[in-house]
């Protein structure tokens, strides 16, 4: 992604070979900040610590976690029993982003065939690189598959503005490139097509109104950052056109887990005959659950996250505290929107309803 006049990834390995470098996104859009992962602990504490976040970036994180492992391993050798270990701390980093345990799997199948130390390394080190490239492929193609949803309404309103609503950020931050939910909106910037975007703030950390609103600012498309309860309202009023929102995990039957009050938007789009479209890659789906409601594990996250809100005051980033010091606060950082709430997925095969037949249509080697 072009931000200014520097091409940059959330994350790339080092000219060195042997460091990470990520965005610190707790910092933006205040603080341009970029952090040197070295370790797997580095990698774990980055995940857990949302230094990163987003399911395709949180998973392509993981994989240059078991690069630094395996790089990092004391001795002349480096024991499959050790990677494995390594790798089942790295799964446990965030409960309910699936590419997590995709991502870690899927290195696991390449240094498990091969044997000697600095050929697993080698392997790791490129199979890490490899799975940044595989997601950022992924992007682009559901970009170009959801860019058709948003010509059809342009043609329907003769070209006037067409109104985007997305919650959290599922942009180039969490996905490597392009985003997911994002990726038709780069698509139709592209294509000269006029389009507004509503930016859910998403509380209580916020990765609406300070990362999505900064993307898509950055790319010069227009935006307007609203509270998480006004789309509802929007939507009554004829002001949005479609919902298109990213996941964390999805089941093979349709149901979403993404950050919370997805769920109520969805809500809000049945009732108001809205479009409620959502983008993922292939790894984001869960091929073994089947109810996301009772089966997707819920990460809940440290309280002081809703009861502080950090901002940029006095040219300084600061956080404040919001109710009473002695209030509890409970903090649950995703929902699940059933499948029947979902109008339909945009994948990097394309587009389907949310309901298991059609999406073994498109992923028929999953079932």
């Not at 799997?105 to 595989?134: F, P, Q």
């Not at 910037?189 to 389009?195: F, M, S």
Request: proline share 4%.
């Amino acid at each position: 992604m072009k931000i200014d006049t520097e091409i940059i990834r959330p994350i790339r390995l080092d000219d060195d070979l042997k460091t990470v470098k990520i965005i610190d996104q707790r910092r933006l859009p205040h603080e341009f900040v970029t952090v040197d992962l070295k370790t797997m602990d580095d990698a774990v504490m980055a995940i857990i610590e949302m230094y990163v976040r987003g399911a395709p970036l949180i998973g392509v994180t993981a994989a240059y976690g078991v690069f630094l492992a395996a790089l990092n391993c004391a001795g002349n050798q480096l024991p499959d029993d050790y990677i494995v270990a390594e790798c089942r701390r790295l799964k446990a980093a965030r409960p309910t982003a699936v590419n997590l345990s995709w991502a870690v799997d899927w290195m696991l199948n390449k240094i498990l065939t091969v044997d000697g130390k600095e050929e697993k390394i080698k392997i790791a080190r490129r199979a890490a690189g490899d799975l940044a490239d595989y997601e950022a492929e992924n992007c682009r193609s559901i970009g170009k598959y959801g860019l058709g949803l948003i010509e059809k309404i342009r043609d329907k309103k003769n070209g006037r503005t067409v109104n985007l609503l997305t919650h959290c950020n599922a942009g180039w931050l969490a996905c490597i490139e392009y985003g997911t939910a994002t990726a038709p909106m780069y698509a139709a910037l592209e294509k000269g097509i006029d389009i507004h975007v509503w930016v859910d703030e998403t509380r209580p950390l916020n990765q609406g109104s300070r990362l999505t609103a900064w993307e898509l600012g950055k790319r010069g498309i227009k935006h307007t950052v609203i509270t998480d309860n006004a789309g509802g309202h929007l939507m009554q009023h004829g002001m949005v056109d479609l919902v298109i929102v990213g996941t964390d995990r999805t089941s093979s039957t349709g149901d979403v887990a993404n950050k919370i009050g997805t769920y109520l938007k969805a809500l809000a789009a049945r009732d108001n005959d809205v479009p409620f479209y959502v983008a993922l890659p292939s790894s984001t789906f869960d091929w073994r659950i089947k109810n996301g409601v009772k089966e997707i594990p819920i990460e809940k996250r440290d309280p002081d996250e809703v009861r502080f809100v950090q901002g940029l005051y006095n040219d300084s980033v600061c956080s404040v505290l919001v109710p009473p010091e002695t209030s509890p606060a409970a903090n649950f950082a995703f929902d699940v929107t059933p499948a029947r709430l979902v109008t339909g997925f945009i994948t990097e095969r394309g587009i389907c309803r949310a309901e298991e037949s059609d999406i073994k249509r498109l992923f028929p080697e999953n079932y």
